[in-house]
């Protein structure tokens, strides 16, 4: 079912409304009650005050002699008091002013109370006593005047109250407003952002405490969450802009594959030229040997030898542009450089249920490397221990530090340490000391497998560094290389070489 | 007459290089894999061994391995002409003739010389492997 709504404003108007129909007529009856019993208690008092010194003054006996002065003072109290009716009886003879109402005919004794009856009189009886006379003074008092100051001030009260009554409402109505003004405030901003639209600061003037506190922690929420979308979008970026460099990075990888097939290739094809140039040489070699020097063929073969030189020349190439010849170009490398490229390379390959530590020094001596090569040993190493640890929650933690005196094969010097770490299976002593064969893994010729550690060796011998594992069954294995710091003195000569 | 032992699965390669050695003064047998090359070697005696590196069967730095354990008196010429196994296998850089002949200088090869060479180069080494002429 539907709940009736209405607005604060309306609920206090009400609330203000209800006090004052319950308060308001219980005011006026209460307040009437008083003004009403106060001017009925003066009229009685002014009555009976008045009866009593006309009475004493009939009991002087001055009066009493003659009808005439009896009448005098009957009259004064019809003129000065308010009276409608004014008798004296002695004995059989009545006298009865004449200015008081004629149609009075007989006073009632018992009216001692105001608006008793329903002549408007009030009546006093008094007995006079003085020299044998037992008179009784009747009075009849004109209860209007009393009864009209009592309705005039009836009249006012309840125009005085509703006069309250209008001035309430509109101070309520203005107070509600001004109470709902803020709550409003509250409200759109609340709105606003509901809506998405967080950027409105939240500043609600109001003097009262509770609203300005919950301004303030809606404020707070507000910033917070500003602080929390933020951070999201941030983090949507984030992942944006790494999506877009793994992308990137793949089509890196790709590339470099790409390469290395078409080099690899280029490897088998030389290796074919390389034996058929063999007996070509060796063979012309022999036969030119053979010839009296007199012998036409001699300048024949001699051209069959040039050309098998530039066959020979032209297989060299082919080795160098697949770098099957292994002559690493040697320049001063920063490995704090290689290490990000290859872990960049390595980890867009990666499964993410491998964690990647690393612990890089902040400075580290340059050393002299082939920037590819390195970066080819850092995936290399870092592919050899992920394979370790394949099918498991495994850590790799690739570290990096300066060794200021190393001592290695009886030889100290400062050399930079590059290590490889993982948790993976490890070996056992007899197969780390094999591992660097390049047929260790490999027993039939077409199986292209066990030469990665190899060619991490190769690599390492090409630069003059050394390379030791640290492994056990089941303990994991480290890989330790060993490059020889280019020291400080020794390097402004040449220029750094850019990873690749 | 000194004794040479030439082991390489490419007949022309063995040939050329028996047909040199020959006329340089040595006696030349020729195998055509490492299995045959140690059945030969305890058949008859060898001062020298030349072998290829890829190989068939046994590979050159096994065959090597196996010479140096059985025959440690023979000198031994490892040749290679680099190149890879197999056109998939992923060998970043591959600098495999680098490494090939590393690993047979490792598992004990006196010499290592990179194919083609020239009858020269050829006698050069054997002599040096000798210790004829060269220290």
Redesign the interface.
């Known amino acids: 079912m539907a709940r009736l709504r209405t607005s604060f404003a309306n609920v206090v108007a009400a609330c203000v409304v209800a006090l004052h129909l319950v308060l308001l007529p219980a005011l006026y009856y209460g307040l009437g009650y008083v003004v009403r019993k106060s001017h009925e208690d003066m009229f009685i008092e002014h009555a009976r005050t008045f009866a009593r010194v006309l009475a004493d003054e009939f009991e002087l006996g001055v009066a009493l002699e003659s009808d005439s002065r009896t009448e005098d003072l009957l009259d004064l109290a019809i003129v000065h008091g308010d009276g409608r009716y004014a008798e004296l009886t002695d004995g059989g003879r009545s006298v009865r002013s004449k200015l008081g109402s004629p149609n009075i005919e007989t006073p009632r004794r018992t009216d001692l109370t105001f608006e008793e009856g329903d002549d408007d009189i009030y009546f006093v009886v008094l007995p006079i006593v003085h020299a044998g006379h037992s008179a009784e003074l009747r009075l009849g008092f004109d209860e209007q005047p009393t009864l009209e100051r009592i309705h005039l001030a009836l009249n006012r009260m309840l125009m005085a109250l509703t006069v309250y009554f209008g001035v309430a409402m509109v101070i309520a109505i203005v107070l509600s407003r001004r109470l709902s003004r803020p709550i409003h405030r509250l409200q759109d901003v609340s709105r606003s952002i509901a809506s998405g639209d967080y950027a409105q600061p939240l500043h609600v003037a109001t003097g009262i405490r509770e609203l300005h506190e919950l301004a303030a922690d809606l404020e707070d929420m507000r910033r917070e969450l500003v602080g929390v979308n933020d951070r999201l979008q941030a983090k949507i970026k984030e992942k944006e802009i790494s999506e877009i460099q793994r992308e990137e990075l793949q089509k890196l990888l790709r590339h470099r594959q790409r390469l290395e097939t078409v080099g690899t290739l280029a490897g088998g094809i030389a290796h074919e030229f390389n034996n058929v140039l063999v007996p070509i040489i060796l063979f012309t070699d022999t036969a030119l040997q053979d010839l009296p020097a007199s012998s036409a063929s001699r300048a024949d073969l001699e051209r069959v030898l040039a050309a098998a030189q530039r066959a020979k020349d032209v297989v060299k190439k082919i080795l160098t542009f697949s770098r099957e010849l292994g002559d690493a170009k040697l320049a001063l490398v920063d490995l704090r450089a290689v290490i990000a490229e290859g872990l960049n390379l390595f980890s867009a390959l990666a499964s993410p249920s491998i964690e990647i530590r690393t612990e890089i020094a902040e400075t580290i001596a340059p050393v002299r490397a082939d920037a590819t090569l390195a970066v080819h040993l850092v995936i290399n190493l870092c592919t050899n221990a992920y394979q370790a640890m394949q099918g498991t929650q495994g850590v790799l933690t690739v570290g990096l530090r300066n060794l200021p005196n190393s001592s290695l094969a009886g030889e100290t010097r400062a050399r930079v340490e590059f290590w490889v770490s993982d948790t993976g299976h490890g070996m056992d002593l007899e197969t780390a000391e094999r591992i660097f064969e390049p047929f260790f893994t490999t027993r039939s010729v077409g199986v292209g497998t066990g030469l990665g550690l190899s060619v991490v060796h190769g690599i390492v011998e090409s630069f003059g560094a050394t390379i030791v594992v640290e492994t056990a069954p089941g303990k994991g294995s480290t890989f330790r290389i060993y490059f020889p710091a280019v020291l400080r003195e020794e390097w402004p000569t040449e220029s750094m070489a850019p990873v690749a | 007459m000194q004794n040479v032992l030439v082991v390489d699965d490419?007949l022309?390669?063995r040939?050329?290089?028996k047909?040199?050695l020959d006329?340089a003064g040595y006696f030349v047998r020729t195998t055509s894999d490492a299995a045959d090359a140690l059945a030969e070697l305890r058949r008859c005696h060898a001062d020298v061994v030349i072998t290829d590196i890829?190989?068939?069967?046994i590979?050159g730095?096994?065959a090597i391995d196996s010479i140096r354990k059985e025959f440690p008196a023979v000198r031994i010429i490892a040749i290679s002409?680099?190149?890879?196994?197999?056109?998939?296998?992923?060998?970043?850089?591959?600098?495999?003739?680098?490494?090939?002949l590393?690993?047979a200088s490792?598992?004990g090869a006196h010499l290592v010389l990179?194919?083609?060479?020239?009858?020269k180069d050829?006698i050069q080494a054997v002599e040096q492997v000798l210790g004829v002429g060269h220290a």
Do not use: C, H, W
């Open positions: 490419e022309d390669v040939d050329a290089i047909r040199v006329r890829i190989m068939p069967k590979n730095v096994e002409g680099g190149g890879n196994f197999g056109i998939t296998a992923y060998q970043p850089a591959a600098i495999t003739t680098t490494a090939y590393a690993a490792r598992a990179t194919k083609p060479f020239e009858s050829l």
